[in-house]
Structures are given as C-alpha cells and as structure tokens.
C-alpha cells in the first residue's frame, strides 16, 4: 500500500515539476534512456550536473563579483561570462531544466549588450531557478528510491 | 558499394567519438549512442582527439560528434584539421542556433550542424547523412 502511494506521490510531483515549468521533454528523453542495464540513469546524470553546475556558479560569482569590487570598478569581462554561460545553457538544457534555461538565454543576451546590471540581476534569479529546481529533483529522487523500482512501459522502437 | 548491400544490422556497431568539454551533456550523449548500439569513445578534451585520430590514422572511428565551442581549442580548427587530414565526417553540436555559425561549420566541412539538446533522433539517424562517406571495407573488416 505504501509502495501505491510513494508512486501516486511521485507522479503528482514529477507533473507537478512540469506543469510549473521547471522541466521540459529533454527530462522524458533521459527517462527513455534508463532501462535496466541503466536503472539509475537519471539520477546519475542529474547528480553530475549538480557536479559541474556547481562549479559553473562558482566560475560565474567569481567573475561577477570581481569586477563589482575592489578600489576601482573593473568592466564586467562579457566574454568570459558568456563562454561560462554557453557551456551552462548547454548542461541546463540537457537535462530538461526549463526555467535554468531561460535564464541562462536572459543572462547571454545582457552579455551581447554589455548590460552588467542586466547580467547580475539575471544570474540572481538564475541562481535562485537553480537551487529551487535542485531542492525539489532532491526530493523527487529519494522517494524514487524509496518506491523501488518501476515497471516500465513498453514503448514501440 | 550501395547502403542497400549492407548487412541488416547497419548502423548497430557503428563507432562514434563524442567530445564536450562538459561532462553532463558528454554522458547524455553518450548514452543516446548506447541506445542505438553504437560504440562510443569520449574525450572532454578536443587536443587530445586531434592527437589520437592523427595518430591512428582515423583508423577506428567513423563519425565525430564535436561540441562548437569546445575551451581547450577552437572546434572549427579541430574541424578543418580532421576533415582535410584524417576525413572523417564531424558533426558540430551546440546550444546557440545562428544561422552564421551553422554556415561556418558546413563551409569549414562539418557534415551537419545540430542543436542541442540532443535527442535520441539525431543519432538514430545520422548515418543517413554521409553513408557515401563510410569507409565501407573497414565496416566489413
């Protein structure tokens, strides 16, 4: 009984995730990829983009931080922040994280237009995407785990 | 030799080299390949490719998925290198849809330009795209 309600629960919150826009259909395509020879596939590849999306966000606040401190106000480095933000569009996107996307386009565009404010008020609410995005896949994962393991629908190849 | 000739389970086995530097999308990537029974190498470092294929002579790979804006060295240098020298096709892979960019990668010889994120379509049917360019024999070798 409790295993019925870990599931129902599971799927109110997934549809929950993407009627709020947080995920997209990128997120259904990894859910295609796990089988079982890859039982866990979605979670690893979430867990590895908390990985390098964390380093990503140190990478940013550096480069943002920086240039808004200091004796003198240095020009933000706009290449640097855009090559930082290609690389966590791509990332965001692979997962399916919607709303990390947007923002991640927001912030490039301030960079194309030298906007600096633009550019840190955007990695700010970026930032806060991210974090509700990764509280709320946290507490998806561990009910996936603690509802055992799914049948899988047959889907036609 | 025509693609109606080849044996049924075309493309399965068909080697494919991914490179990101971004280790998410890489493992994605990958993954997608897995599931279309290709076999798949990786590298998060383009130089190092360059290095591997100049040294084998292409020899063990078919295609090359390549991310466009790649940080150890310029992608669109790692494609006109592999196209003139090793002729291997190579796919340029990347999140920003300009059509400039898109020119750029088919003038320098990529043999597409797709759109990340990837999906599973992409690489069901990419070897659609340069079956002329498969080096037939060595798939029978």
Known sequence: ?157 | MEIDDLPYQFPEGLRVFVIDHDTTQLHVIANMCFQCNYRVATCIVASFTLHLLRETNGRFFYVILIEAQMSDMDSYQFLQCVTQEIKIPVIMMCADNTTSERMNAIEKGACDYWLKPLNVNHINNMWQQFKNMIKLKEYFR
């Open chain 1, 1 to 157: 009984m409790d295993r019925n309600n870990s599931r129902r629960q599971l799927a109110a919150m997934k549809q929950s995730l993407f009627d709020q826009g947080h995920l997209d259909e990128q997120f259904i395509q990894l859910e295609e990829l796990q089988d079982d020879a890859n039982p866990n596939f979605v979670e690893e590849i979430v867990t590895l983009y908390y990985r390098d999306s964390s380093r990503l966000i140190s990478s940013l606040e550096q480069t943002l931080h920086f240039c808004a401190c200091g004796r003198e106000r240095n020009p933000l480095d706009f290449n640097k922040l855009d090559t930082i933000m290609h690389q966590f569009k791509g990332s965001s996107s692979s997962i399916g994280a919607k709303k990390v996307k947007a923002e991640s386009t927001l912030i490039r565009e301030y960079c194309r237009t030298g906007n600096a404010e633009g550019c840190r008020k955007s990695f700010q609410q970026m930032k806060k995407e991210y974090v509700a995005l990764r509280k709320r896949l946290e507490n998806y994962f561990q009910l996936v785990r603690q509802a055992g393991p799914m049948e899988r629908a047959c889907r036609p190849k």
